[in-house]
Each structure stands twice: as structure tokens, then as C-alpha cells.
């Protein structure tokens, strides 16, 4: 049985002729007159009185009549949900981006908009290496990509990446490790670069990684590390840190309430800090009405959150 059926019969006892409810419905009145014999015989009787002037419904007729209402209705009801949902789905923007930042930075950048984007996190994102993000970027797998991008020149080995971008917000890499009994970190930077010292660190093919040996090479006085790991999420380095395995470096936002709660200190002065700018991109060859709205509608980028200082008592 097909819902056409259901409607062409509304038609005929709405109109109580045939020749004018198969103009209502735009068929010839055979066709309309055979799928109604059609929607008798899938019944098993008749729906119709047609010896009547006007037809008549025979009373198993008037109630499938109250059936074909409400079939037809709950059918149109979800038919406009369905499009409502696709047109929703249409407006969705795939945004790409780091853990560290869908946790820790994004409910705040949210926050700062005049009204919700529609924004929908791309979680396959969260273990990708930088490049990566631009290569799903090109592919348009993803909408936008929201990333850690070095303020200084680009470390080596580092993707060079063409496209439309904003900066959204600033941040810090800390370097940061459990305290001792007297609340000093058990493993610091600042006794010379002849120590050898345990490193929590960042997969060698991303970014984070670049950007911290660039700034230990400007500084000129990195110490020796025996590197314990190599993760690509922040979350994974700072669970290591925190079981006290070794120093690493955090994004201060991600950091923030271990620092709070002192169950990490800062490994280093600020001159050990890496300062990060959080970029997001979009593709240029690409334009929605969705996403020229949402980036019209950027706020003001977000300040770095304050730096711990390092305990030296």
C-alpha cells in the first residue's frame, strides 16, 4: 500500500466524485478510479458506495477514513521534521581540533559569541598529527580547524600551510612538574644544561613538539632530556607528569586546575615558557552561507591565561 492511496482516498470523500478528486490529486480520473479499486482489494472490502449521488462511504469506508487522517498526518509531520533536521544538518560547521582545545579552550571561545554557532566537533580530529588537519582541511572532511600555531617562525618540518585564517585566542606552553615535600618541582630546568633530565614530550612529528625545541634553541641553554614518551594528545603528557615520571610541557589553560590544586609547579621561569597563538582556519576555495556568517562573527581573540611562578624558597 502506498501513501498515495491513503491521499487520493482523503480526496475522494472529501469531494464525494471521482472526476474531481482525480483533478485534486492531477491524474487521469481510469487512473485515480483504478488505485482506488487497488486500496479496496488490499483491504479486503468496499470503501466506496458508488451507487449513491453523491458518493457515499460505506462504514468500513468512514473508518479508514479516520486511519488515512492519521497516517497521512503523522507522515507530513515527519516529513517536515526530517526537513527541518537536513536543513539543520546543512548549517552544521565540522570543526577539527585538537583534545586539549575541545576541552579547555572551546567552551570559552563559545561563550564569547553573540549568538551559538553551529558548530559540530570532528572527534576523529583529536588524535591527528598538524598536518593532517590541512590535508582533511583540502579534502573537505572538515569545515574549519581550530590548532596551536607557533608565534615565532614556523619550527622545520612543519607543514607551510596556504589558507584563510584567524587568530582567535593566545597561549603558553608550561614547563611543569609534580612538587617535592617542599612544594619545589621535583624535576627543574634551572640548574644548568649539563643535567640530565626526564622529558614527558609531544609526538616528534607535531606541532608542539617543533615548537618547543625552537624555543629551547633560541634559548641556547636547554639542558639534556632522556625522553620517557612521545604522545600526541596534551592529555596523555599530562597524566605521565602528574604520576610523576618526569617534566613536560602543558598548555596553561589544560594545566590550570592541576596548578590550582598544586598537584603540579612550574618546572621553569617564564623564559622557559613557549608562547602559542590558537589559529583557525578555513578552506578559501570553499563558501557556505553558514560559514560567511560564523566568520563575520568572530569574536576578539582570547589573552594566554596567567602564568604560574616558579616556587624558589
Known sequence: MEIRWLEDFIALARTRHFSRAAEARNVTQPTFSRRIKLLEEEMGTTLVNRQTLPLSLTPAGEEFLSLCDEVTQRVQGTRERLSRLAEAQANRLRLAAPQSLLSHFLPEWLAAHHEEPPLEPYLRATGWLIDDYFQALDRGECDLV???????????????????????????????????????????LGS??????????????????????????????????????????????????????????????????????????????????????????????????????????????????????????
Open 146 to 188: 581550530l590548532c596551536y600555531w607557533p608565534r615565532e617562525a614556523l619550527p622545520p618540518g612543519l607543514p607551510e600551510v596556504e589558507g584563510d585564517y584567524r587568530r582567535v585566542g593566545e597561549e603558553r606552553l608550561l614547563p611543569l612538574s609534580v612538587p617535592d615535600a617542599r612544594g619545589r618541582p621535583r624535576f627543574s
Open 192 to 313: 644548568g644544561p649539563r643535567e640530565s633530565l626526564p622529558l614527558i614530550g609531544f609526538h616528534p612529528r607535531g606541532l608542539m613538539h617543533g615548537a618547543i625545541q625552537a624555543h629551547l634553541s633560541r634559548l641556547g641553554e636547554a639542558p639534556a632530556f632522556r625522553v620517557l614518551n612521545e604522545s600526541i594528545q596534551s592529555h596523555n603528557v599530562r597524566e605521565l607528569i602528574g604520576l610523576g615520571y618526569g617534566l613536560g610541557w602543558l598548555p596553561a589553560r589544560l594545566a590550570a586546575p592541576a596548578l590550582a590544586r598544586g598537584e603540579l609547579v612550574a618546572a621553569g621561569d617564564a623564559r622557559w615558557q613557549v608562547p602559542l597563538e590558537i589559529r583557525l582556519y578555513r578552506h578559501p576555495g570553499v563558501a557556505s552561507a553558514a560559514l560567511e556568517h560564523f566568520w563575520a562573527d568572530l569574536p576578539e581573540p582570547l589573552a594566554a591565561p596567567a602564568a604560574p611562578i616558579m616556587e624558589t624558597r
